[in-house]
DNA sequence: TACGGATGTGTGAACGTGCACACAGTAGGA
DNA sequence: TCCTACTGTGTGCACGTTCACACATCCGTA
C-alpha cells in the first residue's frame, strides 16, 4: 500500500542466504573465481527467483569505476535546434562506448544552475570521464575538468583549453579556405561571409580560413558578424551584405543552417543562385540536400568526431596517455549546385 | 607522475581532521543542523583549501537518492538527425528537474546492446526515476521499469503501457482530426495522407483522426505508408501519392519533415502548393517555417511535453501518487501558406 | 535546586559491494 | 612425510557518506 520507499531490492547478502553459500562464493558469480559448478547454479537460480540487479552506487563506491561517461552539451539552445551535427556526434560517442561496455550520460548546460550542478556531478564519481562539445573561451567547465583531472576530451578546442586535455576536431581554417577556393575558382569576385560564433574557435578559424583564401581579394566590409550558426542568422546576415554591396557575387555561409538563410534572403532580393550569387555552406548537414539548390557545402565526419572523443577518453581510462594536442579529421568538399 | 588512480580526492574525514572537527559536524555543515560559527567558519575554508566535492556514489548508497533522473532516448537515430521535437522536449525536462535540483541524464538506445546496458544503468541506483521517449509497441525498456517500479513517466503511450506509469502526449486523435478538417473546409476533396510509424501509438491516432475527418470521403487507396517521420520519406510517399491518384489536391502528412518532402515531390512533379494541391504538416517545427511554402500544421508544444513529464517523475518522487492515465497538451493550429 | 529546552559536538553503525586474506581439501612430486 | 600448487569457500575490512544516539553546555524559570 505504502510506497514510501522504493521497495527492498535483493543484495549479495540475500541472494548468498538463499543459495546457501557465502557473500563471496556470490562476488566470485558476478566478477570471475573458482567456483564449483553446483554453487554456481544455485546462485543463478536464487539471482533470478529474487530479481537481483547489482547497486551501481555501492559498486562504483568501492571500485571507484562507475563504467559511464559524461556527454557534456553546453550550451544546447541553439544546438539541438538547429544543428544537427550535435545528435550526431552525440550517437557516435555512444556507439564506440556501448563497444567498450560502458554508459554515455548525457548532461545538457543550459544556465548558471546547471554548470555548477553538473559540475558537481562529474566530480562525484558517477562518471569516470567526459567529452565536451562546443565549449566556449573561458567557459567554468573547463577549470572543473582541469582541476578534477577528470580524464576527459573536447570537440572542438577552446583557446584556453588546458595543454594535456586532448580534443578532436576539424581543421577549419583549412576547410574554409578550400571551400572559399572554391568559389574563386569559378569565377566570383566580391565574395563576402557570414561569419558566426566569432567567440569560439570554430567561428574564428572558419573566418580566418576565409580571410586566407582570398589574399588581396579580402574585403573587411563583405563580412556579416552573427551570432549564431542558424538560420535566422543566415537571413539577417544575407540581407546585411546585399544593403553593403549589391554587386556581391559570392558568399561563404558559415554554417548550412546559415546558407539556407541566405538562399532565402536572396530569393526575396531576386537574385538566383548559382546565377547571380554562389553560396557554400560548412556541415553538410542534413539543411544542404534540403535546399533549394542543394548546397555545395564541407563535410563534417560527425559520427567520427564522436566515437573518435569516445577513444579518447577510453584510452585515458586504461591508463594510457593520450597524444598531447588535438585530432583532426578529414572533411572532403561536397560539390553540389549552389556554386 | 604515475596517474593511474585519479589523484586521492579529499573526504569528509580529511575536512574534520582540518578543521579539528569530527565527521558529524562537517556532514551537519553540509545538510544542515546546529553547528556553531567557529566550526562553520573553520569547516568551510578547510573545504575550499582542499578542494572538497561530496563523492556522489557514497551518498547514494546511502541515501538511497542520486538526485538524477533518466531521459532515455529510445532508437533516437532517426529522430536526432529528423525530428527537432526530442531536443525540445529534452531541455524542457532538464529546465523542470534543474529548477527541482536534479541532475537529467539522457541514455541513448540504439542496439539490443544499449537496451541492456541501459536496464541496468536503471536499475543500479544511479537514478531516482526515469522519463521514457518514443517507446515502440512491447518495447523491453516498458517491461524493466514496471518490474522495478522505477517512477516513471512516458511520453507518448505505447499500447502495451502498465496503467499505473503516467504518461504525457497530446491528442493525436483530435489534432489530426482537426488539421484534416481545415483541408476540407477549405474545400479540396481528393485528400490523401502520408501515415507514418503505424507502430507507434503516435503514427497510429493520427491515421485514426485523419479517417474520422473525413468520413465518407475516406479512401483507403489514398493512405501512404512509410516507416519514419522523415523527409525521405516524405518524398517517397507522395511520389507514390500522385501515382495512385493523379487528381489528388489535399495532403495530411504526418510530419512536417514528411510535409517537406512532400512539397519537394510534389514541384518535380509540376504541382503548384497550394494552388493545385493543400498541404498540412504536423509538429511546427523549424521545418515548418523553412519550406516554401511555409506550412499550415498542428503546433506540439515539445517544451511543455518535457517539462510535465519531469513533473510527473517528480511528483513521484515525493511520494505522490500521479494522476492514472494521460496528461494530453493542447495543440493548436498553425495556419501558414501551404493549404 | 532542579528541571526542561535549545544549542552544539562526537561516536558507531549502516548502505551494498569487491578484494585481500585465511583456511580447507585434494593431488602430485621429491 | 613434507612441500607446493590448484581449486574452492568463508570472513573482515574498506570505500565515503548520513543518521540516530549519546553527551555536554548554557539559559530561563518553576
Sequence with gaps: MSRPQPQKRATVHDIAAAAGVSRGTVSRVLNGGYVSAEARAAIETAMS????????????????????????????????????????IMLGANAALSLADHQMVSLVVESARDTERVSRYLSGGFVDGAIVVSARAHDPIIKVISDLALPAAFVGHPPDLDQHI?????????????????LVTSGRRRIGMIAAALDRDSGIDRLAGFRAALGPLFDETLIADVPHYDYGSGVKGMRDLLGRDPSIDGVFAASDAIAAGALEALREAGR????????????????????????????????????????????????????????????PLVLRDSA
Excluded at 586532448?166 to 572554391?182: K, L, M, Q, W, Y
Design 49 to 88: 527467483d529474487l530479481g537481483y540487479v547489482p547497486n551501481n552506487a555501492a559498486r562504483a563506491l568501492k571500485m571507484r569505476r562507475s563504467q559511464a561517461v559524461a556527454f557534456v552539451a553546453l550550451e544546447p539552445h541553439s544546438l539541438f535546434l538547429d544543428d544537427p551535427n550535435i545528435g550526431s
Design 166 to 182: 586532448p580534443f578532436v576536431g576539424i581543421d577549419n581554417v583549412g576547410s574554409a579556405r578550400a571551400i572559399t577556393e572554391h
Design 272 to 331: 538566383s543562385v548559382p546565377g547571380n550569387v554562389g553560396v557554400v555552406g560548412f556541415d553538410d548537414s542534413t539543411w544542404a540536400v534540403r535546399c533549394q539548390p542543394q548546397l555545395t557545402t564541407v563535410h563534417q565526419p560527425a559520427k567520427e568526431i564522436g566515437s573518435c572523443a569516445a577513444q579518447l577518453v577510453l584510452r585515458q581510462l586504461r591508463g594510457e596517455h593520450p597524444d598531447a594536442g588535438g585530432q583532426l579529421l578529414p572533411t
